[in-house]
């Protein structure tokens, strides 16, 4: 019950579940406010929090942190500066016998699409009994947009990212597909992934070809659940000019009863001095229900024209 009293007490209002928040711990308890911390404390600290990777990339969940943190903390706040409104606490587990008996922990992080890309910071801080804050531990993790295909532009400026990037979320866990017309008439979609205009099987150099536009995924397709909800017609290099028409299908509802979408398109900024930006524009947004549904039978809802490049 103490152990309770001080996970749900360090600060902040908890409220009901943090379903909202662009980086969520799951089975943590959510806190609004800053993350607490005191730079001048001496303890309880957390000596180390670390992840098997530290690349990841907007909507990838089940990110597993370990640390290790001083005998007298009774939880781990952590926080994601510069995104949502507040921080998650989770209890401290039992002592590591080879590390003088600190206290173990671990938590299991999801980045959702509205993580910001880029460089960004995973902070972490002990809480005593008292609820005391200790110092903040920062780590650095590496976001990538949900469509950087291993792409580590986003983090590095000297590498050139994706030259456009048209994209497409939602918010709940419906079979919403992107559709493009392209410029030449191809129907780009989950059944014709890339903007080729070869009748299959379309020869290794056209699919490789960087002016090729490609779909990232069928997210939720026939409404097996990833919980990614995002799809991406990503072009690596100059896509051939013209305006593409982009639509939004709702295969499926899934038994939701409606889905938000918004339309994001992202083009790459050269900076003139060897290093390299990523524009972002929201270009639309909308909503759909179950009665424009319609299992693929036409191109969906209209929902722009996008002009490239």
């Known amino acids: 019950m103490l152990l309770l009293l001080a996970i749900l007490g360090c600060g902040g209002e908890p409220y009901a579940s943090g379903a909202s928040e662009p980086f969520q711990v799951r089975g943590g308890v959510f806190h609004s406010g800053d993350l607490p911390q005191d730079a ?23 990110i597993i942190y ?9 939880s781990v706040a952590v926080g994601f500066l510069g995104a949502g409104t507040g921080y998650w606490v989770v209890p ?3 002592p590591d016998v080879t590390q003088d008996d600190d206290l173990l922990f671990d938590l299991v992080a999801d980045f959702t699409v509205d993580v910001p890309f880029g460089l960004q910071t995973v902070s972490f801080v002990a809480i005593d009994e008292d609820e005391a804050p200790g110092p903040r531990l920062d780590t650095t993790v590496c976001i990538r947009p949900e469509a950087a295909d291993n792409n580590l532009g986003a983090c590095d400026p000297a590498v050139a990212p994706q030259s456009a ?11 919403l597909d992107l559709v493009v017309v392209t410029p030449g008439g191809k ?24 002016t090729t536009g490609q779909l990232s995924r069928d997210s ?14 990503v072009f690596p290099g100059d896509p051939p000019a013209g305006d593409y028409q982009v639509y939004a299908s709702l295969h499926s509802a899934c038994g939701e009863s409606h889905v938000n979408w918004r339309l994001t398109l992202y083009r790459r900024v050269d900076n003139g001095d060897g290093t390299y930006g990523v524009d972002a524009t929201e270009i ?9 549904q319609d299992g693929g039978a036409s191109l969906g809802t209209y929902v722009t024209t996008v002009s490239l490049p």
């Open 66 to 74: 370990n640390g290790l943190a001083t005998k007298d903390a009774w």
């Open 40 to 62: 001048e404390a001496t303890t309880p600290v957390v000596r180390y929090a670390s992840s098997v990777g530290s690349v990841v990339t907007q909507g990838q969940g089940n």
């Open 284 to 292: 639309s947004a909308g909503a759909l229900l179950p009665v424009n």
């Open 187 to 210: 129907v780009v979609s989950a059944k014709a992934p890339t903007t080729a205009l070869e009748e299959p099987p379309i020869p290794t150099s056209v699919v490789n070809d960087p």
């Open 220 to 233: 939720n397709g026939n409404c097996a659940i990833d919980g990614i909800r995002v799809e991406s017609l």
């Open 165 to 175: 990037v048209i994209s497409l979320s939602w918010d709940t866990d419906v079979d």
């Open 92 to 94: 401290v587990d039992g």
